[in-house]
């Protein structure tokens, strides 16, 4: 069974930095074009950030410039670097493919405030 687990969120004042990391059992993170989503309160589970499988990046506007996707093959490991981060950053963030096609994991939870 596919497992998603994302790992890495906490609290950060405005203008901080946080790592993300997705694991996974079941999911060849290589093979697959995967992606960073968010859900904010009250609001919908967004795209923020995908990779191809040959390493192609593209982002949300609202997170371009200030977070980057990346992958570590060896360990099949997602990361989503975020810098600069803002207020309306904050929201549970969780890994998946880009068509959604895995049980969505818990999450991780990112609180920018100060």
């Known amino acids: 069974q596919v497992q998603l687990v994302e790992s890495g969120g906490g609290w950060v004042q405005p203008w901080g930095s946080l790592r993300l990391s997705c694991a996974s059992s079941?999911?060849?993170?290589?093979?697959?074009?995967m992606g960073w989503y968010r859900q904010a309160p009250g609001k919908q589970r967004e795209l923020v950030a995908r990779?191809?499988?040959?390493?192609?990046?593209n982002y949300a506007d609202s997170v371009k410039g200030r977070f980057t996707i990346s992958r570590d093959d060896a360990k099949n490991t997602l990361y989503l670097q975020m810098n600069s981060l803002k207020p309306e950053d904050t929201a549970i963030y969780y890994c998946?493919?880009?068509?959604?096609?895995?049980?969505w994991g818990r999450g991780t939870q990112v609180t920018v405030s100060s």
């Open positions: 990779i191809g499988g040959g390493g192609s990046t």
């Open positions: 998946n493919g880009l068509r959604q096609q895995y049980v």
């Open positions: 079941g999911v060849t993170f290589s093979l697959n074009v």
